[in-house]
């Protein structure tokens, strides 16, 4: 019983735990700002923001202590050393936890905060992946090491100067007076400690009051008079314009014309920006790329997370929908996985005529180098364009193409990448650029040389497009979806600040506005342009979230602008000169910076209407009414019996893993049962080819030839180096022996897929049997295969 007595821990040994923990937590304060400073983020790593980390270390020291000496007493009287494991288990995980959250600050510039919720599981394994995975990975791994490494050094250490600490009895209330002081000690992302900046945001988020209380049912709903501020620009001619967008990844404006803080790296954009409309003072509505398609598009509410993270999307209008109902072709061109961000979904939904991602390009064209981990992107931005460039178009059909780029992304691997470096050299050697500036790019080559890569991608499709049908008759759209994340921002608003150009040979003169406009704004003005000189097909009213863009030369802010800055974190919100950021009001300039400001209580109060609004349409399908809709939005529909046996088999976190579960259940002949998950599995993620090849599959095994032809040709059509899809159609072709279809396919597979050898068997079955059917020298199915091309095409 004495032995129990003397071995129990007590708060002796619990103080040391603490002291050990905030020990940990200032080597990574100073591994932070270390890095920042490298990177030539900060210009000093002692400093004022520095100490001030300390001082939010000390508090979270204090609050971390505050809450772990019940269960350190309750499980040391319960047994002796239970305590205190338990204690430095659940510290060392908060450690580690908050190495990963200064990893990510550092590499993002950003705090995680509550926009975590947004991602799904597979989204981050995919970021993390092309991102410096394998990097990452080491990290991690020596971050946990040395970290309960250096956690138990210290609290061995602690105890030769014990004595002294002992004095502050008692030790809890010295906490709480600690913790208290550091809540009246201003903190800024960088020096606020991650963990308790991510659990404040996820419960500010969860808990926060969005109800609606209008009686408005649609509140966004208005008259589609919308200023058509953009005819006096253009000569329009007789037949309707095409129209095309090109969404470069990262396009900040402190990158592109004039007076920018990184010019030079962008030369073809810069010279672009005097011969078009410019707006050098616009605005994304979010901090990410998961925003810009449905506000550059659609001008669209953002949901909670993103309107294209909506479980059910409600009734919309947007570009693509109102120029498709007016005889446009519409689609849609990406280099990467159209199922991250659900970009596929979206565009589904609004019946977008053709869709070409990372599965879509064949042999003929190079992936982006990929990182140590063995990943890639996909396809780099001039692969994207030369690949679009090839594709034939309808000479009399107006279009409507966008284009998402994504070489300007981690982890800035651009072809030819020692070229662009060696211009970056140069670009550096001869530029007037501050000592601030010259470290940065110093520190940041590869991201400068991959600007130059995307700029030198975009003149080549910019001339290459000038080969194409009606080029004399289309509109050009060139914007960012965001700043570029690594490089160190100016101020809050700076990740929103991206350039506007738009340029047309039709255009009469150039212009460039200093006026502030954003995203929001572009679809209704090009619309209100078409509508104002074409008979269009236009909705009776509209829900747009912009207006017709600013085109004043001189500064000036009239607009109220939402910002989302990343999924779930909705913390910035313009109301004329106004800019409510993280509860402070400031005020904004004709240099886009900002200061503070005196007055300004209206903004929070608009930002909290806007929130009001926002959830309310989007979760109870209020922004247009069905009489509205162009395309109303096609979902599948399941029974309850049905959902709750998907529920049971399926938690919705891995497509993958549900798609493994259909196979099995096809492999055992309960073929209704696969096709159902199938249907699921499709509803949510439409792009997932291996469960369309299996639903095609699963057609056939149940005798229906045309349904599952008519899926797998699109399943080539999707990715024509795919060697899966082909496997499956060799095989419905040769059991419903149509020898002469198997003979023309081979042609297909042989010139689109890389792996044909590895169907060798299939090919060689189809030949025969053509040969045996009478079918010779490929002569007899060469209608075949005409046809069989242009329906997959």
Known sequence: MNTSKIDRYTLKQYTRLMISFFGCLLVLTLFQYGMLYYKGVIDAIISISFLKAVVHQIGFTALMGIVMVFPFNFWENLRSRYGFNLVFVLLGLVLIFEAVLIA?????????????????????????ANSGGFMISVYLLFAVAFLIGLFWVLYKVT?????????????????????????????????????????????????EDNSYTSKEEYPLVQGPIIENVLGDYFELKEEKPNIVFIMVEG??????????EFGGFTPFLDSLTTKSLYWENFLSNTGRTFGVLPSLLGSLPFGKSGFMELEEYPNKLTMFSVLKNNGYHTSFYQGTNSSFDKVDRFLNSENVDFILDKSGFGIQYQQQAEDAAGSSWGYPDKELFKKSI??????????????????????????????????????LKNGDFGSRETKIIEKNNNVFATLLYTDDAIQWFME?????????????????????????????????????????????????????????????????????????KMPKKV????????????FRSTKNIPLMRNKNELKEYISKEKLYTNGDIMELDENMDISSTFGGSGVEKSLERFKSVNHYVTTENKIIPDSLTIFSVQTEKFTPAEITWINSIYDGSNFDRSFFKARDLAFNKKWDDALLLCRYILSESPSHIDTKILSGRLHIWKGNYEESVKILKECIAMNPNYIDSYAALFDVYFWYDKYAEGLALVDIVQENSASANEISNKITRAK???????IKNYETSKDT?????ASIE
């Open 543 to 554: 829900a747009w979230m912009g207006g017709a863009l600013d085109m004043e030369t001189a």
């Open 768 to 774: 025969t049997s053509a040969r045996k059917a009478g």
């Open 390 to 427: 090839s594709l034939e178009r309808n000479e009399d059909q107006p279009r409507l193409e966008v284009y998402m780029t994504i070489s300007t992304h981690e982890p800035f691997i651009p072809l030819n990448q020692d070229f662009f470096e060696t211009k970056v050299d140069q670009i």
């Open 785 to 789: 295969t005409n046809s069989t091309l």
């Open 159 to 207: 105890s030769k100067f014990y004595h002294r600490i002992s004095r502050m009895y008692p030790f809890t209330i010295v906490l709480f007076s600690l913790f208290m002081a550091s809540l009246f000690t201003d903190g800024k992302p960088i020096n606020q400690n991650k963990v308790q900046y991510l659990a404040v945001n996820i419960y500010n988020t969860s808990t």
């Open 464 to 536: 290459s497009y000038k080969s194409q049908p009606n080029y004399e008759n289309t509109i050009f759209v060139i914007t960012g979806d965001h700043r570029l994340i690594p490089i160190p921002q100016r101020n809050s608003i700076s990740r929103f600040h991206v350039p506007l150009i738009m340029y047309s040979p039709m255009l009469k003169k150039t212009r460039k506005m200093s006026s502030i406009s954003s995203h929001f704004d572009v679809t209704p003005s090009i619309l209100a342009l078409l509508d104002n000189a074409y008979e269009m």
């Open 104 to 128: 990510y600050y550092c590499s993002t510039l950003v705090p995680l905060g509550s926009d975590l919720l947004g991602y799904s599981y597979a989204d981050v394994k995919i970021t993390l």
């Open 251 to 260: 396009l900040g404006r402190d990158f592109v014309g004039e007076g920018a």
